[in-house]
């Protein structure tokens, strides 16, 4: 139980192109879902909150206007890097938090790989 | 105040040996503890955790020891595997709130 799916796992694309990444909870309804960024041996950066009919909550640094979250579902948050630039490329990984399970828990999904030429 | 603290940074331990990774925090409104195992290419996925009303909680081959006045917990693998090689992080929050990763310790179990 407690899946979460990233969609897709990896995406390469051209300076200047706009990305879409997916983030389904496939059996459980997640109010609340999490967007982090992992650069290459580092740890994870939380990047936004996302809340199910609410704007997401961005971290201090992260711009909302490049990096734009919509979570429009109980199973559904999208994060959308636009005009993505070579200094985007990253590992960005969602989490998804169980509506009826412990708040403390958050379920990840494998991550999505971004490179940008 | 929102820092946790996690070492080694990376770590190798001969196969059947116990792997030990340390985390200390500060925020001592913390009163949940997980630990997360990530192989490359994956997204972390939760391997034990354990609240601050218990100092140890034993889940096959890993345990966490937790130590509250000392504010540090860690984590043991016993009778490590190369399987078990893999990037670890401790992480800490309270209720509702964003977790707060340590920096990670990248395991190398050897054959």
């Known amino acids: 139980g407690a899946v979460v799916s990233q969609h897709p796992s990896r995406v390469i694309c051209k300076s200047g192109t706009s990305v879409k990444i997916e983030c389904r909870s496939l059996d459980f309804q997640a109010t609340t879902m999490f967007w982090y960024r992992q650069f290459p041996k580092q740890s994870l950066m939380l990047m936004a909150t996302s809340n199910e009919g609410s704007k997401a909550t961005y971290e201090q640094g992260v711009e909302k206007d490049k990096f734009l979250i919509n979570h429009a579902s109980l199973t559904l948050s999208t994060l959308t890097v636009t005009s993505a630039h070579p200094e985007d490329s990253s590992f960005y990984i969602c989490?998804?938090?169980?509506?009826?399970?412990?708040?403390?828990?958050?379920?990840f999904g494998d991550g999505t790989r971004l490179s940008i030429l | 105040q929102q820092q946790v603290k996690q070492s080694p940074q990376s770590l190798i331990v001969q196969k059947g040996g116990i792997s030990i990774i340390n985390c200390a925090y500060e925020?001592?409104?913390?009163?949940?503890f997980p630990w997360y195992q990530q192989f490359p290419g994956k997204g972390p996925a939760l391997l034990i955790a354990?609240?601050?009303?218990?100092s140890e909680k034993k889940e096959g081959r890993f345990t966490i020891s937790f130590n509250k006045s000392a504010k540090q917990f860690s984590l043991h693998i016993m009778d490590s595997q190369p399987g078990d090689s893999a990037t670890y992080f401790c992480a800490a929050t309270r209720g509702a709130q964003k977790l707060v990763f340590g920096q990670g310790t990248r395991l190398t179990i050897n054959p």
């Open positions: 354990i609240r601050p009303d218990v």
């Open positions: 989490s998804a938090r169980d509506r009826l399970g412990y708040r403390e828990t958050q379920h």
């Open positions: 925020n001592t409104a913390f009163d949940y």
